[in-house]
């Protein structure tokens, strides 16, 4: 299996093959640079080409190996309370908008499953928003009333596949589930060829937007191109303020075997606290995998993320009749301060690069949409959904709230951080694979010892803008919690908005 840091693999990315794409070179030059192989930017480039441009994939490290490999894997409208909260917030318009637009997502992706005859566990469902508490039932009334308003064919229902009792539930026929690994994996194959192509281990540093071409610039070398799609899960360019503007949550999911019959169909998101996530996917003859996330938080600011695998295994335990728990990841997405996800021109300057972020943990379904809006832009072509997700937008009254609360919270760790941390001893006490935060004089080191027994200490701040990392148990990783850069135990960046690996301790700046 492919190094990329991750110790944890989800089931997605155990269960298909790696893939080996080559490095960025030599100069080169296309029609459109997509940056990021995850749903977005392996969509938006197979769009394209089918269109004619030329394009190149390019990913930092493998594709299909970030965010899009290890969710839960669902393609649905129903994405919690989301539709009392758009009315409340947009009103009916948008709320229409928006479930007719994922809709079309959705139907998207069905529709290339099929003419390109894609073997990826693709099945049609029902999607179900429950809960188990008395006092939320009229909430989940309140949530049918308004998916209805906004053109959802959804119902009131009591009536689940699950193996426990619930007392309410929003019921979404005609949804779907996949393996997006088994599903992407060949469209990016189509990729390469007739002067297009995919390019992994190649990182973007930099992208110049001149008036007649953009300029991106990788760590040896350099692409130009007419247009740039950064789908990147955050921006790395942060003159967008994405960082600012949406906010790191992590969450985590574990995998089981079951009986083909004991496994629920359906696709199920609890409301309220723990959120449970569950579903079930296709596996040897007989069998099914049960899929379960939840325990979600900010990275960075739980003390052992261990708990959170064990809360699920748990609840798996208890509610369901398997005997062990054989996968288990993490991941984290960003979630918009007005609860929309930003898709379109990177800022109100910019005519030729794009970008696609804030999926708010419905990853799959906004970045087919993503690809769909963003291609129809580079083509030309008028799409009535745009103006809603139109990455420029400034809602004071739908954002302001959360934009103050959230880079407050930011504030805060900056400087409390730092003034927390305790003067590290001559020899930093560590057992085998774990790691620490320590302060010597004015500088915080990252400091872990690997599995051999050596001491690596590493610079704590941050590469994007200097936050304070933190470790992660469960990982082996160093997190940021500001604004959700993630690195390996001895410092190459996981995913960005840092572009840059965290310094060695010699190179470690004064807090």
């Not at 499953?113 to 009229?138: G, W």
């Not at 995919?198 to 973007?204: K, L, Q, S």
């Not at 809360?311 to 509610?319: G, P, Y």
Request: charged share 25%; hydrophobic share 40%.
């Amino acid at each position: 299996m492919a190094d990329t840091g991750v110790v944890n693999p989800s089931l997605w990315v155990a269960t298909t093959p790696d893939t080996d794409y080559p490095r960025l070179e030599q100069d080169l030059a296309v029609d459109v640079a997509v940056l990021g192989g995850g749903i977005t930017g392996i969509t938006t480039a197979y769009l394209l080409k089918q269109a004619g441009k030329t394009v190149a994939l390019v990913e930092a490290n493998r594709i299909v190996r970030g965010v899009t490999g290890y969710t839960t894997a669902k393609l649905t409208v129903g994405h919690g309370l989301v539709y009392s909260q758009l009315l409340k917030t947009f009103g009916e318009d948008a709320a229409r908008t928006y479930a007719a637009s994922n809709a079309a997502a959705i139907e998207h992706v069905a529709q290339l499953v099929e003419e390109l005859r894609i073997d990826c566990d693709f099945e049609r469902t029902s999607n179900f928003v429950y809960t188990d508490a008395d006092d939320q039932v009229e909430v989940i009334r309140d949530e049918v009333t308004a998916a209805r308003r906004a053109g959802v064919d959804a119902d009131f229902t009591t009536d689940t596949d699950l193996p426990f009792p619930i007392v309410a539930a929003v019921r979404v026929d005609g949804q779907a589930q996949f393996h997006p690994r088994k599903y992407l994996l060949p469209l990016a194959a189509t990729l390469s060829g007739d002067g297009s192509h995919v390019f992994e281990r190649t990182r973007a540093r930099e992208v110049q937007e001149k008036s007649d071409r953009c300029v991106v610039l990788t760590e040896t070398n350099r692409i130009t191109a007419e247009h740039v799609v950064v789908a990147t899960h955050l921006p790395f360019l942060d003159r967008g303020l994405f960082f600012a503007k949406a906010h790191p949550a992590m969450s985590y999911a574990v995998a089981a075997d079951m009986a083909e019959g004991a496994a629920p169909r359906g696709m199920y998101l609890s409301t309220g606290h723990p959120t449970r996530s569950i579903r079930s996917t296709p596996s040897a003859v007989g069998r099914r995998t049960l899929i379960v996330g939840g325990e979600g938080h900010k990275p960075g600011l739980e003390h052992d993320t261990r708990r959170r695998y064990e809360a699920l295994e748990q609840f798996v335990r208890k509610r369901f009749d398997v005997d062990h728990v054989e996968h288990c990841w993490s991941t984290h997405d960003y979630i918009p301060v007005d609860g929309l996800p930003y898709i379109g021109p990177l800022t109100r300057r910019s005519h030729r690069v794009y970008v696609a972020t804030g999926f708010a943990k419905w990853g799959l379904t906004k970045g087919a949409l993503s690809a769909m809006l963003i291609t129809d832009t580079l083509l030309g072509r008028s799409n009535q959904w745009a103006p809603l997700y139109d990455a420029r937008r400034l809602k004071p009254l739908a954002s302001a709230r959360s934009f103050a609360k959230e880079n407050g919270e930011v504030a805060v760790h900056f400087v409390g951080a730092r003034l927390k941390r305790r003067e590290a001893s001559d020899e930093v006490e560590l057992q085998p694979n774990e790691g620490r935060v320590v302060r010597v004089g004015r500088r915080h080191l990252a400091t872990y010892r690997d599995g051999g027994g050596t001491l690596h200490a590493l610079s704590a701040r941050c590469t994007h803008l200097g936050c304070l990392v933190e470790w992660n148990t469960a990982e082996r990783t160093w997190d940021c919690p500001c604004h959700g850069s993630r690195f390996v135990a001895t410092g190459a960046v996981i995913e960005g908005p840092a572009v840059t690996p965290l310094r060695p301790s010699d190179a470690a700046e004064d807090a």
